[in-house]
């Protein structure tokens, strides 16, 4: 076996540098130490999984563990005694529980629920898109990549309007939350109210039930073998907090890359039948999912020669994944016309028993929001070419984002 020790791996991917071009370290990882041990920020001695097919393999491996409960004291050393009456949820679950889970919101959470969205979410994208200054440079992030997710996943959950950019304030706090003790106490105060919020809005779901998924589910809480209250609320989290942020930045990356690479946004204004393999290149080449949520070894597992040991915490890299030549021909080449089959392999969603369940929702969100922008604004441009791109900066590198995205709509004819 290898044994690797590269603690400043960890500190490494959480500066701004990396930040702006992570490809050239994962692309030494996957050579070098394709299973990298390190010392993230929490201090958590923590395995970073890299190549495609070690990746694909972990997803899917029953003795690196989704339980939070089994991994507790580590749990709560990373997010916080709070975190744990939100987090109840099949993310969170191994079988036989999370079989349960998934389950019961799968028979909710249906295709036909999604595809009956279409005109919804359409009519958003007018909207926020009628909002917007055509003439003056806008920051597309606020002014349309976050409100469209986040209106989306009310309109599913039946959030009523008037409450939305409250529940859109905690959530986003808790996405930022860091390891200072400032941070912490906002996450802390932040999950509460999303809490105590989820709990009377599933009351009032009861009393005046509606045709949203939130009502559906609250119907199935109270059959046998339903949600438990607990359950449902941590779903109903689950789902505002996934449906969110990972659908707003990935939506600000596709516009980003679409941009900076004139040729391929061509082909797709030309070709509007490309929109969905465009949205699949796009979660290939740049997804808002930098790395996976953690697992935890169950017992001593060995991938690529490296032993990791049991207790430990797993990360695996899925930006790092979706760009190993190995799997993909040219795979840091950003190409809309790539082969259905291959565009269809990357890991952008997961894989296995915990493969993203609100993918085809994303992709419906992408696809119509692309299509909206750049036929309506089809000479959209950077309103600043020659900058470089703000990327955030995160405490662990779990999302992939920009900071902002200044384009100008409508550019003046010179």
Known sequence: MTTVDDPATAAERCTPEFRRNPHPVYANLRETAPVCPMRPPHGIDTYLITRYQDARAALADPRLSKDMYGAMDAYRRIFGDSSVALDDHMLNADPPKHTRLRKLVNSEFTPRRVEALRPQIQDIVETLLDGCSAREPVDLLPAFAFPLPITVICELLGVPPDERSQ????????????????????????????????????????????????????????????????????????????????????????????????????????????VGQAVEELVRYDGSVESATFRFATEDVEIAGTRIPKGALVQIALSSANRDPLKFDSPDQFDVTRSENAQSAHLGFGHGIHYCLGAPLARLEMQLALTGLFSRFPRVALADPAREAPWMVVPFPAFRGLAELPVVLEPAVL
């Open 167 to 274: 529940v859109q304030e905690w959530s986003t706090t808790v996405a930022h939350t860091g390891f200072s003790k400032e941070s912490k106490q906002a996450q802390q105060k932040a999950e509460e109210s999303l809490h105590a919020y989820f709990a009377d809005l599933l009351t009032r779901k009861r009393s005046r039930p509606g045709d949203d998924l939130l009502s559906a589910l609250t119907a199935a809480r109270d059959t046998d073998g339903g949600l438990t209250e607990q359950e449902l609320i941590s779903t109903a989290f689950l789902l505002m907090f996934a449906g969110h942020k990972t659908t707003a930045y990935l939506i600000g990356n596709a516009v980003y890359h679409l941009l900076t690479h004139p040729a391929q946004l061509r082909a797709v204004q030309e070709n509007p039948e490309l």
